[in-house]
DNA sequence: TAAAAAAATGAACGCTCACTCATTATACCA
DNA sequence: TGGTATAATGAGTGAGCGTTCATTTTTTTA
C-alpha cells in the first residue's frame, strides 16, 4: 500500500491552500474555480478532492489558519514589550504597518473574506470571533496600563479597542484595495500620537 | 402607443433598484439572482431586462446612486456649521452614528460593495473615488481651521482625512455585520475627544 | 517481482442562473 | 373603438462550474 507519509500529504494541503489563496486573492472567491485552484497546485480536481470536501471548505480552513491566528499573532509579537506605552505602540505598529510589509497576503485575504462575509454565515463568524479575539487582548493591555497608573483611569479600554481594531481593518482594506495616496507610515505615526495624547494622564 | 410617461419609467426604475438593495443585502450579490429582483419589483425578468442591460449593471447603478454620493451629502450636511470645530463633530457624528440610525441601508450596502470589489474593478474604483470624495472634503474642513488659526498648525489634514475615513468604514463594516459590543455612542464619543486634543493648539 | 491498496486522473453529470425572444397584454391616439 | 407602437411575459437556451466516479497510475509490502 502506497499510504504515502504523513508530512507528504501535509505538504499536498499547504500546497492547495497556497493555490487556493493565490486564487482567491486574485480574482475572488466567487469568481475562482475549483478547476484554477486544481491547476494552480499541479493537482487533479479529483485528487483535491481528496483533501477537501467543498470549495467553501477550503476558504474556511484558509480563513482559520491564515486570518484567525491574528490574536495570537499579535500577543506573540508583544508579550516580551517593555510595559504598556511599548506594547501599545508595538501593537498600532503591527496593525497598521508591520503586517502590511511582512505579511501582505493577510490583508487581501481579508478583503476576501469581507466579501464572503454577507453570503456565508460561517465566514462572517470567523470574522467577529477574530475582532472578539484581537479586541479582548488590546483591552488586556490597556487596563493593565490604567491598572499600573500609566495609563489615564478613565478612559474606556474596551471602546478603544474596539475603536483601534475598526481603524485597522479599515486600512487593511483600503490598502489591500491599493487606494492610491494611502501613507501607512503616516497614518500610523498620527494613530500614536492621538492614542498617546488620549491615554495620557491629565 | 402607450408610450408610457417618463416618471412612470423612472418609478419602475426605482422600484428595481429598490427590489436590488433589499435582494443584495440580503444575501449579497453573488446569490442573489436575477428572478429575485425581479419577483420582488413585481416585474418579470423580460421587463426587467427593459430598465437594465445586466445584472452588473444594477449593482454598479446602485452603487453610484446611493454610496457615490456620500461626499455630497456630508457636505450638504454640515455646510452650515458655525465653524471647524462644529464642522468636524458634525463630520464625525454623521459619519460614526448618524449615518447607522437614519440610513442603515447606505452602510449594509458598503459591505456588499466591499464584497464585490475585489473581483470587479468599476465597483472597486466606485469605492476609491468615493473614499477620495471624503477625504478631500475632510482635508478641505481640516485645512480651513489650520489656516484660521483654531487647529494646531502641525497637523497632517490629508493624513488624518484618510484615517478618519478608514475608521469610518471599518466601524460601518462591523456594523453592519452585526458585531456584537459595538458601541457607535461610546466610539464616537472617543474618536472625537481624540481628534479634539489632536487638533488643539498647544 | 507480483499483488494490493492507496492516490490521482479527468471526462461526464447535473444544476444553477444570466440572459433572450416569440408571444401576449396594455395604453394611447385618431 | 380599432389600430399601433410600446411594454411586459416567462419558458427556453446555453454556458459555467462544483462535484462525482470509473479508470489508470503509483507506491509499498510480501
Redesign the interface.
Known sequence: MPKVTETHKEQRRQAILNAAEQVF?G??Y??ATVDDIAVRSGLSVGALYRYFPSKSEIMLTLMEERLGRTPDLLERLTADAGGPWDQMSRCVDIFMLALRVRHPSTGRLL??A??????DRVV?EG??DR??GV?DYLSGVIERGISSGEFRPEA?A???A??L???????T??WA?N?????LQ??RA??M???R??LSVQ
Chains 1, 2 share one sequence.
Not at 114 to 119: F, I, K, N, R, S
Not at 179 to 183: A, I, R
Open positions: 486573492l480574482k475572488g466567487q469568481l478583503l476576501v469581507w466579501g464572503e462575509a454577507l453570503q462572517r470574522l467577529l475582532f472578539r479586541v474606556d474596551h471602546v478603544l474596539s475603536l481594531m475598526c481603524l485597522a481593518d479599515g486600512v482594506l483600503y484595495a487606494t492610491p495616496g494611502l501613507e503616516a497614518i498620527t494613530v500620537s492621538m492614542v495624547s488620549y
